[in-house]
């Protein structure tokens, strides 16, 4: 059973659009969501995490929006660039950062130029 | 952010043969230490919780004989795959907690095993 349901499975945006990449969970004992960033032939990167006691987080071009009743929360990347052209994986953890991870199932985003 | 590193970056070896990876972080100090793998284009599986000082913790559907680990120091974990097989063929990453503010895991650049 996945826990964590990841969607779409490929996104392609044009430079300068934004990427919205969106994931549901079913366990309530959640309680923390990061996002990691894969290039190919890589380990996943950490990009950005946040607690269900925000709804909002921002660093840089980068941005989670959460929604604990719904259980949802998203990523969105604004003025894609072709830089970010990678695999993006969200996930969750219980109890704490340090604890075991259930990954989503991966997006593939494509930034043309 | 905190440093993981993996050793080796990618190893072929004949059907048969078991391999060692090693798995360390190099500017913190890990009690616990995860193994994935993944398949071409698809996520991360768990595969076990490396603890220092004690056994393993295998997920379920994992062989613990198959897939060796020891957490031989606070910051080196180490995955064995015996007698490798052709399906054993895929990557290997390892993460550590960083046990630094938020306590966010960092991942380690992975090992590719092709098994023939």
């Known amino acids: 059973q996945q826990q964590v349901k990841q969607s779409p499975q490929s996104l392609i945006v044009q430079k300068g659009g934004i990427s919205i990449i969106n994931c549901a969970y079913e366990n309530t004992a959640f309680d923390y969501f990061p996002w990691y960033q894969q290039f190919p032939g890589k380990g996943p990167a950490l990009l950005i995490a946040?607690?269900?006691?925000?709804s909002e987080k921002k660093e840089g071009r980068f941005t989670i929006s959460f929604n604990k009743s719904a259980k949802q929360f998203s990523l969105h990347i604004m003025d894609s660039q072709p830089g970010d052209s990678a695999t993006y994986f969200c996930a969750a953890s219980i109890g704490a950062a340090g604890n075991k991870l259930t990954f989503g199932g991966g997006t593939r985003v494509l930034v043309k130029p | 952010g905190a440093v993981v590193s993996q050793h080796p970056s990618w190893v072929i070896c004949k059907s048969g043969t078991s391999v060692k990876i090693e798995c360390r972080s190099l500017d913190f100090q890990a009690t616990t230490m995860f193994w994935y793998r993944q398949f071409p284009k698809q996520s991360l599986m768990l595969m076990a919780t490396s603890n220092e000082g004690s056994k393993a913790t295998y997920e379920q559907g994992v062989e613990k004989d198959k897939f060796l680990i020891n957490h031989a120091s606070l910051t080196l974990s180490t995955l064995t795959v015996t007698s490798a097989h052709p399906e054993d063929s895929s990557f290997y990453i390892c993460?550590?907690?960083?046990?630094?503010?938020?306590?966010?895991?960092?991942f380690g650049p992975g090992t590719r095993l092709t098994v023939l």
């Open positions: 993460s550590a907690p960083s046990g630094r503010a938020y306590n966010e895991q960092f």
């Open positions: 946040i607690r269900p006691d925000v």
